[in-house]
């Protein structure tokens, strides 16, 4: 059974940091596709970051790209995002989704496997 489990969520204030951790279980984790997405208030689900398979190629969206960075550990199964200058419009429900294929990593319906998500709330 698969599992996708975040972790790291909280309450901050505008500029500080936070790292977010996903733990995976169930699939071969090495040959996914890792993304996160977030989903705001009243919001659609929107793409933040995706690593390939491998670590070496990642991409960004343009409103996280310079402060968001992913990351994972294929030994440990587990896919990261480091937060940095946090905004208040950054706050959302987070959420960790795997993709068996790399094409069109930006849309959540290329995932095949997503965790329940954990809130980021940014005070100004």
């Known amino acids: 059974q698969v599992h996708l489990v975040e972790s790291g969520g909280g309450l901050v204030q505008a500029g500080d940091s936070l790292r977010l951790s996903c733990a995976a279980s169930?699939?071969?984790?090495?040959?996914?596709?890792m993304g996160w997405f977030r989903q705001g208030p009243g919001k659609e689900r929107e793409f933040v970051a995706v690593?390939?398979?491998?670590?070496?190629?990642?991409a960004y969206a343009d409103s996280v790209k310079g402060r968001f960075t992913i990351s994972r550990d294929n030994a440990k199964n587990t896919v990261s995002l480091q937060m940095n200058t946090l905004k208040p419009e950054d706050t959302a429900v987070y959420y960790c989704?795997?993709?068996?294929?790399?094409?069109?990593?930006?849309?959540?319906?290329?995932?095949?496997?997503w965790g329940q998500g954990t809130q980021v709330t940014v005070s100004s």
């Open positions: 169930g699939f071969t984790f090495s040959r996914y596709y």
């Open positions: 690593i390939r398979w491998s670590g070496g190629i990642t």
């Open positions: 989704a795997a993709a068996g294929s790399g094409l069109l990593p930006h849309r959540p319906g290329s995932y095949d496997y």
